[in-house]
């Protein structure tokens, strides 16, 4: 057995042999544990003690684990004290004392532990002193202290740990300095200081950890100055200095970081001025200031940070230019630049940044307009522009960006149109434009977009028409519209879709019909319509179902007195009120819509196999007086290459199968076509009748097709 946990249980354990690693938790019986002179206990190699209120039983449970290589203290909240006995665990590697509030010193024995490696003291929160014989623990390589509140000062033995690598401090509030000689710690690799909310000053010494990678210095918010010797960190890869609210300049050593290469500089609410020795930094290849709320500009010699990929600006909120030689950054991948609001222009030569691929403009509202040379960042492939109110137009030629793949325009309030040029983006997969509030129209030849998969519209409250071209997409998998409220219609062929999966609209109440050729979308997966006030909804109250609301009025009056009655009835009236709105909404012809498999309106959730008898009763109760062409007037084509795909696809239920056929029927019975047509359609129309009256059995439906289809074409394309 390798593993044994031990939970509140009192269990013989001496005949149980190769225990390795032993869990405990809150054991009472554990003196059986304890007492047994079994020589297994000796290769005992991990222990984890949870809940553990009795200092003895804890003093005893480690007393003769010899061979012990990891011990965990978890949740003994109540002991105040760890025993002297650990001192005889010289073969412990990890130590990880864990949520122990009442522990206030750790016993001088663990400094005997000279093979330690890894020691981990979280939330101690009554923890006020270390050991000052800590630097016996030579081997020790990885230290983290979190979260203990009283801990007042760390020992000057602690610089002595020469074989320190990771040294991390979190949430010590007491805390003001690090020991004035932590520069001793040579082998330090990582740095973190974070949360200790009284530190006020870093020793010079800092700039001897020569092998320092990463300095982390999160949460100071009293540390004002940075030392200049930081500059003589040139192993330092990483910098980053969040929420030091009191500093508010940065040092001009920080250009002597020759071997830097991410400098993150965030919510430092004072800094004013980032020193021109940036540039310098010939390694860096990200950079990132956000909310450094008084910085006035960002020096010039950004420019020659030739090998920066990665350039992130955010809430610098008096901000108003950016330079010129930004514009030379020519390995520039990303630029994200949000929350600027005084931010007016952008680099006029920002088109030389040659191998952009993302750019990301958000919240600068004062932004009036974009540069032409934006036109010429032809590897862009994800464009955003969001929330920037005052830009009235898009650059003309932006069709130029022909490797563009993404494109949202979101909140661009002042926005009147978008240039047609647009429509050249011919590898556009995703388009987004919401919030435009004074948009009208999209571009006439959008359908261009040949590869588009994914169209968005929303909150664009002017937009009253959509352009036909739209049913051009063919690779369109999924078409939204939320809060279009002045748009009327949407394209009749919108049946071109043959690849539109998810098809949801919302809020769009000028919209009068979906069109009936929504059934020729025969990949549809998803609809999701939500809306107050559909205008055919008073329609349908109105004419179809006048009798059937007063027969209700009238069964209600009846049963007043009843009311298992009226409940049920109620719950009729409800499924039917629903069906009707349902009918109204979607046209019959949904009906061929085969993969359907969600059909959701106003929140609620309809079943598929009792729709598809909902649009069967209502295409059986067309007249041809009322309803003289419920399908859109050029079906014929699209109703042949449906049997042929319907003969082609074979993992279509019969069920499913018939019920188009019948549809179909039914469609061509109704269509105005010349009277060359009716001469020869009945050859079509026998066969669907003697499906659906039963005479053929589903094999032989795709058989009867098949037979014919020659014959059905002939009769498709006589004149």
Known sequence: MDVISIDTIKIDISNIDNISVVKINGCDGLKDFINKPCEEMCKITTLTIYNCRDIQVLTKVIHNLINLTMLNIVNCRNIPSIPESIGKLINLTSLIIYNCHTLKVLPESICNITNLTSLYIYNCYALEVLPECISKLINLKHLDIYNCHELLY?????????????????????????????????????????????????????????????????????????????????????????????????????????????????????????????GNLTKLTKLQIVQCDTLIAIPESIGKLINLEILYISNCLILSVLPESMCNLTNLLRIEISYCHMLKVLPTRIGNLNKLIYFFICNCNALTVLPESICSLVKLEEFSIYNCRMLTFLPEFIGKLTNLTSLSINGCSSLISLPDSICDLTNLIKLDISYCNLLTQLPNNLGNLTKLTVLSISNCYELSVLPESICCLINLTAFKLYNCRTLKSLPEYLGNLINLETFQISFCYSLKTIPVSIGFCTNIQNIIIYTDDFNYTAETNNTDNTAETNNTDNTAETNNTDNTAETNNTETNNTETNNIFLNKILPPSTILCVKLKLLKINNILYKIDDIRQVWYSKIMSYNKINNPNPFYTQPIAKIKSFIKWSYNTHNLQPIHIQDTIKTLLLVIQHIDTPISFYKNKFLLEDILTNIIYGNYDFININKSIKDNLDNIKLSFTTN
């Open 154 to 278: 760390l020992p000057d033995s602690l610089c002595n740990l020469i074989n320190l690598k990771i040294f991390k401090l979190y949430y010590c509030n007491l805390l003001t300095s690090l020991p004035t000689h932590i520069g001793n710690l040579t082998n330090l690799t990582k740095l973190d200081i974070s949360y200790c909310n009284t530190f006020s000053s870093l020793p010079e010494s800092i700039g001897n950890l020569l092998n320092l990678s990463i300095l982390n210095i999160f949460y100071c918010p009293i540390l004002r100055i940075l030392p200049e010797s930081l500059g003589n960190l040139k192993n330092l890869k990483i910098l980053k200095i969040f929420y030091c609210h009191n500093i508010n300049i940065l040092p001009t050593c920080i250009g002597n970081l020759s071997n830097l290469t991410e400098l993150y500089i965030c919510y430092c609410n004072t800094l004013s001025i980032i020193p021109e020795s940036i």
